[in-house]
T-cell receptor, first 110, second 114 residues
Framework: EDKVVQSPLSLVVHEGDTVTLNCSYEVTNFRSLLWYKQEKKAPTFLFML????IEKKSGRLSSILDKKELFSILNITATQTGDSAVYLCAVDNYGQNFVFGPGTRLSVLP | GAVVSQHPSWVICKSGTSVKIECRSLDFQATTMFWYRQFPKQSLMLMATSNEGSKATYEQGVEKDKFLINHASLTLSTLTVTSAHPEDSSFYIC??????????FGPGTRLTVT
């Protein structure tokens, strides 16, 4: 059965902290792994990862994929209250379907 | 955990026909369901918010007469693409939840219009 697991499910930190969110997966036909930030409505796309070991970076956010160990991490440095959201990991199962993880709820306290 | 299913997972239809996609919350009741369209750059576009027992709220730019949404029960919402055209070919994904931050995503439905 295809599945995506995220950890932790919930995280509370203070502004300025660095956080690492984890996503592991088991799917039949991996094409890419995607990270989204969800606040109120539609998730905001963050990264798409297809190759192992290549870090993608956008401002204070970065992500990397390990296709051998079947996981990805999302790092957020110098967190801000505006980073509070649910971070979703999803795997594109080669056009057959998308498998979403349960999300990690991040709360950043001032 | 909460499970959301979609049916069908893949549908191919001819231009001009209508297609109905179902979104079901299998083990919980969802007062709100959301319909998204997946674009080639992997961003999810929110199409509409479906509330049980009331009319859906469509996002700007989404044709409500073309994308008919019905949320007749707490476990089922349907999206009907009317008079489908090739440009409607896409992945349609639904999510269901009871609160702002609690959304559970379905696996998506691939629509191919020939």
């Amino acid at each position: 059965e295809d599945k995506v697991v995220q950890s932790p499910l919930s995280l509370v930190v203070h502004e300025g902290d660095t956080v690492t969110l984890n996503c592991s997966y088991e799917v039949t036909n991996f094409r890419s792994l995607l990270w989204y930030k969800q606040e109120k409505k539609a998730p905001t796309f963050l990264f798409m990862l297809t190759s192992s070991g290549i870090e993608k970076k956008s401002g204070r956010l970065s992500s990397i994929l390990d296709k051998k160990e079947l996981f990805s991490i999302l790092n957020i440095t110098a967190t801000q209250t505006g980073d509070s959201a649910v971070y979703l990991c999803a795997v594109d199962n080669y056009g057959q379907n998308f498998v979403f993880g349960p999300g990690t709820r991040l709360s950043v306290l001032p | 955990g909460a499970v959301v299913s979609q049916h069908p997972s893949w549908v191919i239809c001819k231009s001009g026909t209508s297609v109905k996609i179902e979104c079901r919350s299998l083990d919980f009741q969802a007062t709100t369901m959301f319909w998204y369209r997946q674009f080639p750059k992997q961003s999810l576009m929110l199409m509409a918010t479906s509330n049980e027992g009331s009319k859906a709220t469509y996002e700007q730019g989404v044709e409500k007469d073309k994308f008919l949404i019905n949320h007749a029960s707490l476990t089922l919402s349907t999206l009907t693409v009317t008079s489908a055209h090739p440009e409607d070919s896409s992945f349609y994904i639904c999510s269901a939840g009871g609160g702002d931050y609690e959304q559970y995503f379905g696996p998506g439905t691939r629509l191919t219009v020939t």
